[in-house]
């Protein structure tokens, strides 16, 4: 049993895209489904992996933005109800704006995001650019029907199937082998 302090440290594929990052901050650990944010010591952890400041205050509505995030961007990646999805999102959206101009070196860019909403807006705001950077079949669920993780497929030819080769890829390939020696 993993406890929750300990949630951090066994979360699977971390280094995804800020949005799918996001999203896999809920897994499944030997059929029963994990949360990092379910707490504000997992929470403070997934700010710090993803370079934001935990705040000494507001961390709970900071967390409450993540969530709502989180299941958002759920929604719209298992396309259960787009329109509901896109309403969803851009209401997070709606909570800041990038502020672009032209500096002395080049184009610049700054966010005046409302309080408590810069990590889950910029979440919101990667799925964006996911979605305007790549094709949309490369933002991938992984194909192990026990695993709830999302990734980006950047292979070459967009052939990835796992979240991660040595574990449910394994597992699949385990899976394959026990049936043809049953069945053989």
Not at 49 to 74: K, N, Q, Y
Not at 84 to 93: D, H, K, P
Request: hydrophobic share 35%; proline share 5%.
């Amino acid at each position: 049993m993993v406890s929750d302090n300990d949630l951090a440290n066994v979360r699977p594929l971390r280094g995804e895209p800020l949005a799918l990052d996001l999203v896999n901050t809920e897994w499944v650990d030997a059929g029963v489904r994990r949360d990092l944010l379910e707490n504000p010591a997992g929470t403070a952890v997934w700010l710090s992996e993803g370079d934001f400041e935990a705040p000494s205050s507001g961390l709970e509505d900071i967390r409450r933005h993540l969530i709502e995030t989180r299941e958002t961007l759920r929604l719209l990646l298992e396309n259960q109800d787009e329109e509901q999805g896109r309403a969803r999102l851009n209401a997070i959206l709606d909570q800041g704006r990038v502020i672009a101009a032209l500096g002395p070196s080049g184009p610049e860019s700054a966010y005046d995001i409302a309080a408590g909403w810069e990590p889950a807006w910029h979440a919101a705001f990667n799925y964006l650019e996911l979605l305007r950077d790549w094709p949309e079949a490369r933002i991938k669920a992984c194909a192990h029907p026990d695993c709830i993780l999302y990734f980006l497929d950047t292979s070459k030819n967009g052939t990835r199937r796992w979240c991660d080769m040595r574990t449910c890829g394994n597992r699949a390939k385990v899976q394959r082998h026990y049936r043809r020696r049953k069945n053989g």
